[in-house]
Nanobody, 116 residues
């Protein structure tokens, strides 16, 4: 079964950094694109970043471009989101996602709070 488990969330001050991890299992991780989404209370879930199964291309939401970096380790079956220069508006639950066999699978999410 597909399983995605995020970790690394927490409280950080504005301007600080945080690295999120998503451990994946139940599928051939190296063959699938992975994505990070986030959702703040009362707001729609939004795509933050995505990374293909191979190659160097990346996609980012305009709101995080230049501050966040998505990368993956296909040996560890883990996708990461490095978040720098964090802003209060980055506060949200962050989820990783894979589109596998015609459906999306989501982790339970990890809370990121940016506050002084």
């Amino acid at each position: 079964q597909v399983q995605l488990v995020e970790s690394g969330g927490g409280l950080v001050q504005p301007g600080g950094s945080l690295r999120l991890s998503c451990a994946a299992s139940g599928f051939t991780f190296s063959s699938y694109a992975m994505s990070w989404y986030r959702q703040a209370p009362g707001k729609e879930r939004e795509l933050v970043a995505s990374i293909p199964s191979a190659g160097n291309s990346r996609n980012y939401a305009d709101s995080v471009k230049g501050r966040f970096t998505i990368f993956r380790d296909n040996v560890k079956n883990t996708v990461y989101l490095q978040m720098n220069s964090l802003k209060p508006e980055d506060t949200a639950v962050y989820y990783c996602k894979v589109f596998y066999r015609q459906r999306s699978y989501w982790g339970p999410g990890t809370q990121v709070t940016v506050s002084s």
